[in-house]
């Protein structure tokens, strides 16, 4: 049921849904314009930090902003447009 790809170690219900280019990227299969980006979140608040502590000002509720629009724009563009139009008009 979670079998794992013997290649890369991901979740096949995962990796079935992705590509790895030749040049390392890995895009959506179905639209491989969308490319994908792993991050160590360990590396994200040192960095924050940091660009705080130059700037002389918070930017974390920037940064959490930012991450909110891209993940609403990102699942908006895979719903439905009629699931869309339900959950704006109460009726879902």
Wanted: net charge negative.
């Amino acid at each position: 049921m979670n079998e794992i790809c013997p290649e890369c170690g991901v979740p096949q219900y995962i990796s079935a849904q992705h590509l790895w280019l030749n040049n390392g990227d890995i895009v959506n299969a179905r639209l491989a314009t969308e490319r994908l980006n792993f991050m160590e979140s360990e590396f994200l608040d040192p960095l924050i930090q940091e660009i705080e502590r130059l700037l002389g000002v918070p930017i974390e509720p920037i940064v959490i902003t930012t991450f909110q629009e891209a993940t609403r724009v990102y699942v908006s563009s895979r719903l439905p447009k009629e699931l869309v139009d339900m959950v704006k008009a109460g009726t879902l």
